[in-house]
């Protein structure tokens, strides 16, 4: 069994990650690693959890080597929206924090180094309908120019070094976790407002359309690349999403559940990001080399949303 570490482990996406994770690979293969104190439920599942900030090389080296690592999942990041707040704080963590987990990944020789990018690797100038897997990206924000950097990066530490790096466009990813700072974050948030006081004020204009996905499909494509036999990858970076919506067809299916919800819209310094994003993703490319399908469809998003953030908040909608 393979040995994987984990940085950023407590965000949205870690919190799913890492029980599923130790579920799949076994409790002494996985080490959580964060800023911060270890979460209630990662003490309540009896995690491996070390504190790590991305940003301490040596750090970094020292839990690699005392536990044996062989693959590094690196999550840590300055997401979108707080990235725009801070583009001074995103480029510590999400340029001079990745190039110690590459160079880490180098020297140590790192099995595989898998990291998520995102479609906010994109920019105004890519087509922004059905975007394919290889095509300009120019972004204009600095978490998405960062994610262009690792993308770079990663590829060319592959032709340069070998090193075997995967990455994945994870577009907006849905759960009923609190998210944690981007621009796609309005898609779970609207159900919070629902649920507690039956309307929304978006932050996103009625029309914006952005590519999502299920957490449950987001965690499927990142185990699939994994795992995935490096012969058949033509690529280093691919593409993947689960549906494609607006605010507007998110709160009308809301409404088939809760007839009452209302939702206004207001658009701030987010929606200009949002508009420099694809709003649909071409994922052929995932699907031909390593056969990713997703699983769950915009229908049974949203009353599987209903139930979680209900489920979280304790009140019944039904
Ligand atoms: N959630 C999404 O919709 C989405 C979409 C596309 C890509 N992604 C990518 O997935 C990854 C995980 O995203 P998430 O949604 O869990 O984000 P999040 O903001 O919820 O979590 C990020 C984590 O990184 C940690 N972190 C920040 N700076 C750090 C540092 N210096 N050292 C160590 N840890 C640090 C934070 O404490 C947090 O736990 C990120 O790379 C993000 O860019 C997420």
């Not at 839990?63 to 062989?70: A, F, G, P, Q, T």
């Not at 087509?127 to 690792?150: A, D, F, H, Q, R």
Request: net charge negative; aromatic share 12%; charged share 25%.
């Amino acid at each position: 069994m393979k040995k994987y570490l984990v940085t950023g482990s407590y965000g949205q996406i870690g919190v799913a990650l890492i029980p599923a994770m130790i579920k799949k690979y076994g409790r002494e293969n996985v080490i959580a690693t964060g800023r911060k104190k270890p979460i209630p439920l990662f003490k309540e599942l009896d995690v491996i959890y070390r504190r790590l900030d991305v940003r301490d090389q040596f750090g970094l080296r020292s839990l690699i080597v005392e536990n044996d690592i062989d693959i590094i999942i690196h999550n840590a990041s300055v997401l979108s929206a707080t990235g725009e707040k801070n583009p001074q704080l995103a480029h510590s963590i999400n340029f001079e924090g990745f190039y110690n987990v590459l160079e880490a990944s180098r020297e140590l020789k790192i099995e595989q180094l898998f990291t998520p990018s995102s479609i906010a690797a994109f920019g105004p100038t890519t087509p922004l309908v059905n975007t394919p897997n290889t095509t300009i990206m120019e972004p204009t924000s600095i978490y998405g120019i960062s994610k262009v950097y690792i993308e770079l990066m990663g590829n060319y530490y592959n032709l340069k070094y070998g090193l075997n790096f995967r990455a994945l466009r994870y577009p907006g990813v849905l759960s009923p976790e609190e998210p944690g700072g981007g621009t796609t974050d309005y898609a779970i948030w609207i159900f919070y407002e629902a649920l507690k006081n039956m309307k929304y004020t978006c932050f996103l204009g009625a029309d914006v359309r952005l590519p999502m996905m299920m957490m449950s499909d987001c965690l499927k494509s990142t185990f699939d690349l994994i795992e995935a036999d490096d012969a058949k990858l033509k690529h280093r970076s691919y593409n993947v999403t689960g549906m494609s919506f607006t605010p507007e067809e998110l709160a009308n299916a809301i409404r088939k559940y809760l007839p009452d919800f209302t939702i206004d819209y207001e658009p701030d310094f987010r929606n200009a990001i949002a508009l420099s994003w694809p709003q649909s993703l071409d994922d052929s490319a995932a699907r031909e080399e390593w056969g990713w399908e997703p699983e769950l469809p915009f229908d049974k998003m949203v009353p599987a949303m209903l139930d979680g953030v209900s489920q979280r908040l304790g009140i019944s909608y039904k």
